[in-house]
Structure formats: C-alpha cells, structure tokens
C-alpha cells in the first residue's frame, strides 16, 4: 500500500492554476453565442435593452432569471481568471527568471485576485449591494 502511496503525484499549484487557464478559455468559448446575444440585446433598441434586463430579473423563456445570473458569474470568474493567469504566463515569459517559488506564489496571487474580484462582482450581480 505504501508503494502505491509512493507513486502518487500531486500537482503543483501552478500546473492546476495552467489548467484551469484552458479551462476558463473553453468556459468563455463555449458562452460566446450567449455573449454575443447579451451585446445585442444590450445595444440594439430601447426594447431590446429591457428585454436584456428583464432577462436577469425574470430569466429567458423556460430558463430561470438564477440561471442566467449564474452563467453570467461563470463568465465573469472565467474571464477573470483567464486574464490573470495570461499576465502571469506573459510575465513569466518575457522575464524567463522563473523559480519554483515564485511560481507557486504568483499562482497563489492569481487565484485570490480572480476570486475575490468574483465573488464581489456576484455579489453585485445577485443584488447583495
């Protein structure tokens, strides 16, 4: 048991903030025609625009107003950490000094600051100021 224990391998806390960086880029991939149908609505006319806000009070057709508001927060946790972890990574090139440590420590940075700008960007969404 303590073999296979041995063999184990945890990754790193870069090589999860990495991953979740192609993650957060399929995540706002995947919502574009979403993105693209909140710019319209936000943009075209004065009756599209209340459409567009009405869709966060009383949601889309059978889709709940929650729902919209959570798809709208995984935007916004994805494109903020996938902006982060970009700088990070363009950091990270153009100085091409990167230890371990500082490797840990800047994903450490990229994560609080993508989750704290979340979570006071949702709280803002969800009404809670």
């Not at 090589?15 to 075209?44: C, E, N, Q, T, Y």
């Not at 709208?72 to 494109?79: A, E, K, P």
């Amino acid at each position: 048991m303590k073999l296979i224990e041995a063999l184990q391998y945890r990754l790193p806390l870069a090589a999860k903030l990495s991953i979740l960086h192609r993650a957060s880029g399929l995540i706002m991939l995947g919502l574009l025609p979403f993105v693209i149908w909140l710019f319209d609505k936000s943009v075209s006319s004065e009756v599209s625009y209340d459409a567009f806000t009405s869709a966060f009070v009383a949601g889309i057709g059978f889709v709940p107003a929650v729902i919209v508001k959570l798809a709208v927060l995984g935007l916004i946790w994805s494109f903020l950490h996938h902006a982060f972890a970009g700088v990070r990574h363009l950091w990270m090139d153009a100085t091409h000094s990167v230890t371990k440590q500082q490797g840990h420590s800047s994903a450490v940075v990229v994560f609080a600051a993508s989750l704290v700008l979340t979570v006071l960007l949702g709280a803002k969404l969800f009404g809670l100021f």
